[in-house]
């Protein structure tokens, strides 16, 4: 599977952006995609997951109310809608694919169980 995330850029505090993750050379009918993000400095943390069988969704506490992942089954594409944004949400984007059962992937916090990863996209806010 190859990922390929897109959609970054800079907006002020309080706008919106919306991330996409095309995917290619495999279907992601039967995987778990999660977006994650990176600022400088720090670790990469998990931010919002969708399980592509059953539309589950999970997210971090920090964006509940604010971010929306979703999916395109004809697109094999995965978004994540972020309103609201905040200057601490900048960082670099990255998302992931999955094989690992869902409840096994929320035990581990997501991102130790993903296969596959796309290359970031930036995302700045400024205040």
């Known amino acids: 599977v190859q990922l390929q995330a897109s959609g970054g850029g800079l907006v002020q505090a309080g706008g919106s952006l919306r991330l996409s993750c095309a995917a290619s050379g495999r279907a992601l009918s039967s995987y778990a995609v999660g977006w994650f993000r990176q600022a400088p400095g720090k670790e990469r943390e998990f931010v919002a997951a969708i399980n592509w069988s059953d539309d589950n969704t999970y997210y971090t506490d920090s964006v509940k109310g604010r971010f929306t992942i979703s999916r395109d089954n004809a697109k094999n594409t995965v978004y994540l809608q972020m309103n609201s944004l905040k200057p601490e949400d900048t960082a670099v984007y990255y998302c992931?694919?999955?094989?690992?059962?869902?409840?096994?992937?929320?035990?581990?916090?997501?991102?130790?169980?993903?296969?596959?990863w796309g290359k970031g996209t930036q995302v700045t806010v400024s205040s």
């Open positions: 992931a694919a999955a094989r690992l059962g869902w409840g096994e992937l929320i035990a581990i916090d997501f991102i130790q169980g993903m296969d596959y």
